[in-house]
Nanobody, 115 residues
Framework: QVQVVESGGGLVQPGGSLRLSCAAS????????IAWYRQAPGEQRQLVAA???????NYADSVKGRFTISRDNAKSTVYLQMNNLRPEDTAVYYC?????????WGQGTQVTVSS
């Protein structure tokens, strides 16, 4: 059974930075594609950034140039570096670990951007 745990969320002022971590256990991490999603109150869950097992990345237009996704297979961890945060980035951020057709989700970590 794959377990996925997110961490690193918190309260930050507009323009600030946070780094989220997604750790997965119980699997050969290197074969999985990893994605970060976010869900704000009253809204649908949306893709923020993703990285393939080969290291290819893609981003939502709203975060391009501000967020960076990376992975460290030796630590079974994916990171989401978030810079120049905006109030509209406020949401619960979720990590999804995928090896089609398998998908595993974490419980999420809250990010709040507010002055």
């Amino acid at each position: 059974q794959v377990q996925v745990v997110e961490s690193g969320g918190g309260l930050v002022q507009p323009g600030g930075s946070l780094r989220l971590s997604c750790a997965a256990s119980g699997t050969d991490f290197s074969i999985y594609a990893i994605a970060w999603y976010r869900q704000a109150p009253g809204e649908q869950r949306q893709l923020v950034a993703a990285i393939t097992n080969g290291g290819r990345t893609n981003y939502a237009d709203s975060v391009k140039g501000r967020f960076t996704i990376s992975r460290d297979n030796a630590k079974s961890t994916v990171y989401l570096q978030m810079n120049n945060l905006r109030p509209e980035d406020t949401a619960v951020y979720y990590c999804k670990v995928t090896n089609t057709p398998e998908n595993y989700w974490g419980q999420g970590t809250q990010v709040t951007v507010s002055s």
